[in-house]
């Protein structure tokens, strides 16, 4: 049948129909993404949609469907905390490609005190998007435990623990961790400090692990006056390598739980006259945008983060798209970039 009898109007999902010369349950599936269609009747009503050139209904769909088309981005962070730090940008870029060609908004919420995740409970338990993502997580987090209790779609960037229940994407945290030590300890640095990031996180203690196992495995027991534990902020990092030099003057390498931090330690190391790397090496984590630009350049662990925020975003439109799909774990590989400092 030619498209011409459905010129001058509007079409329909029941023009669609007889064009395709299906139902108009089958294209309502094919519209809605839901399963149960032949791929032969699913390319008959696509080709259909094109030659109409038919736009679904939004409203209706929504009625039909309970969907919003529209995901959450959470970060309980601060504003101040969102701008400094390259790694959110980083994931939203990869969140924001990933939805690029689907119909989805993205919502970013930022959550700073108990009024902000109050709302947010009600926001989402009053499904008012189809799915979340939780970036930055500690584990004392209530937020993923009420989504798990509402059954709404979520995906973690990161996880509260090994344990993990939760969809969730990470990178190799342990394993970076290590290879930087190695790294020190294979160019002869005897005394390697860390300065963490917070233990109420999985990637602090994670990365903290990292560093323990490189020395014990080289035979090294760690010493843990040589542990500094930080916030993941630049004031936090140029403390806590005060606080190392005070205890321990004999440092002569450390291992930086993140780029941040990192650059707040080569301050502290500059105005108490170490030079970098002759009298104290230095590696960070992330390789981010600020690993390019201190004095010297940082050694730094890469990890994907655009990929991060790509596959998190992946798997909460499958699980969206099919709420009986059981929960992923993904793990992403890290590398060593050498550079100056180290």
Not at 139 to 154: Q, V
Not at 302 to 320: D, K, Y
């Amino acid at each position: 049948m030619s498209s011409r009898k459905h010129q001058g109007q509007r079409p329909t999902l029941e023009a669609v129909a007889e064009l395709a010369g299906v139902g108009r349950g089958t294209v309502s599936r094919v519209v809605n993404g839901a399963p149960g269609v032949s791929a032969k009747a699913r390319a008959a009503v696509e080709t259909a949609i094109t030659e109409l050139n038919y736009i679904p209904n939004p409203a209706a769909r929504s009625l039909v469907t309970s969907r919003t088309d529209c995901v959450a981005l959470v970060i309980p962070e601060s504003e101040s905390r969102l701008a400094a730090e390259p790694y959110f940008s980083a994931v939203i870029r990869g969140v924001s490609t990933e939805l690029a060609d689907t119909e989805m908004q993205l919502l970013l919420i930022l959550v700073r005190d108990r009024r902000e995740l109050d709302r947010l409970t009600r926001f989402a338990a009053a499904r008012r998007v189809d799915g979340v993502l939780l970036v930055s997580i500690h584990d004392d987090d209530p937020l993923p435990g009420l989504l798990e209790e509402m059954r709404m779609p979520t995906v973690l960037a990161g996880r509260r623990s090994p344990d993990e229940s939760l969809s969730h994407v990470h990178s190799d945290n342990v394993g970076g961790a290590a290879t930087a030590v190695r790294h020190l300890i294979d160019a002869g640095r005897t005394t390697i400090a860390t300065i963490t990031g917070p233990l109420d996180m999985d990637v602090g203690n994670s990365r903290l692990r990292g560093w323990r196992e490189a020395l014990a495995e080289r035979g090294t027991a760690p010493d843990e006056r040589l542990v500094a534990v930080s916030d993941f902020t630049e004031e936090g990092g140029r403390t806590a390598m005060r606080d190392l030099l005070d205890r321990a003057p004999g440092i002569d390498a450390v291992f930086v739980a993140s780029d941040v931090m990192a650059a707040g330690a080569l301050t502290e190391l500059r105005e108490r006259g170490r030079r970098v790397p002759d009298d104290v090496a230095v590696i960070g984590f992330d390789d981010s945008v600020i690993a390019r630009h201190t004095t010297p350049a940082l050694t730094s662990v890469r990890q994907p983060i655009e990929a991060i925020g790509r596959s998190i975003t992946r798997l909460l439109l499958e699980e969206i798209a099919e709420p009986t799909t059981a929960h992923q774990q993904l793990l992403l590989p890290t590398t060593l970039v050498v550079r100056d400092s180290a």
